[in-house]
């Protein structure tokens, strides 16, 4: 099965191509541009790198979240564009369990982290079973100190390797405010998002039954967007 896997809810932008779970082309940049200039634009260059094209994709798996508002929708407008009226499946994928993924095969518990601003994070927690890893809670968005207490809380002792945008921020305050969390370090390439792991995830899904079509994909943001907190906030000054 070829599989297009396309990741923009952070920073970084990232494509894969792979054929089940062999990987054909990757192409990840860090270069400050938007995901709107950069992601269809990859995508071409992945599938053409892999002797492909986008009449050869058979699955994509896409990111849905959570993770930047605009990041998380140019995706998702994409693959929709791109699978519209085609009947090829698509499998959002968490951008948490991603992370993860490209963690294997650490040891330890994985605590992926995306920045969501005001102290802040996006998270969820994991460990390496049978070389897969399993959740041990939902996405959610939490601050970090909330999280912090918690590591120390289920974990004392135990080795905690965090990843994302935000995991130089949670290990930075967990030192600062002299917290007992073992971090073990993560190497730089593990750190941020990989469309090889989202392919993986998305395979892994599509096999358990998790595919959807191209109306169905929808973003997972686990909280109003500015606009929207901002409309409320106007709302309730104006019922007063």
Do not use: W
């Not at 297009?4 to 952070?10: G, P, V």
């Not at 054929?19 to 938007?34: N, P, Q, V």
């Not at 009947?87 to 490209?102: D, K, Q, T, Y």
């Amino acid at each position: 099965m070829k599989i297009l896997a396309l990741d923009s809810t952070t920073r970084v932008a990232t494509v894969a191509v792979c054929e089940d779970a062999r990987l054909l082309s990757l192409f990840t940049t860090d270069s400050g541009m938007t995901q709107s200039e950069l992601l269809l634009p990859m995508a071409r260059q992945a599938l053409r790198a892999a002797h492909l094209s986008f009449a050869d994709v058979e699955l994509f798996a896409l990111t849905v979240g959570p993770g930047s508002f605009t990041g998380v929708r140019i995706g998702a407008a994409l693959v929709k564009g791109l699978a519209f009226e085609k009947h090829i499946p698509c499998v959002p994928v968490s951008l948490m369990e991603a992370l993860a993924e490209n963690l294997l095969p650490l040891d330890g518990i994985y605590c992926p982290v995306a920045d969501a601003r005001r102290a802040q994070v996006y998270n969820a927690l994991f460990e390496n079973k049978e070389n897969t890893p399993a959740r041990l809670c939902e996405d959610r968005l939490l601050p970090m100190h909330d999280l912090l207490d918690e590591l120390e809380a289920r974990f004392p002792g135990k080795p905690v390797f965090a990843c994302g945008d935000a995991a130089g921020a949670l290990i930075a305050l967990a030192g600062k405010e002299g917290r007992t969390v073992r971090f073990s370090p993560v190497p730089d390439g593990l750190l941020l998002p990989c469309a090889a792991a989202v392919a993986r995830c998305g395979l892994r899904g599509y096999r358990a039954g998790k595919a959807v079509d191209d109306l169905t994909l929808a973003p997972v943001y686990l909280r109003p967007s500015q606009a929207e907190r901002e409309l409320a906030e106007k709302e309730k000054q104006s019922e007063k």
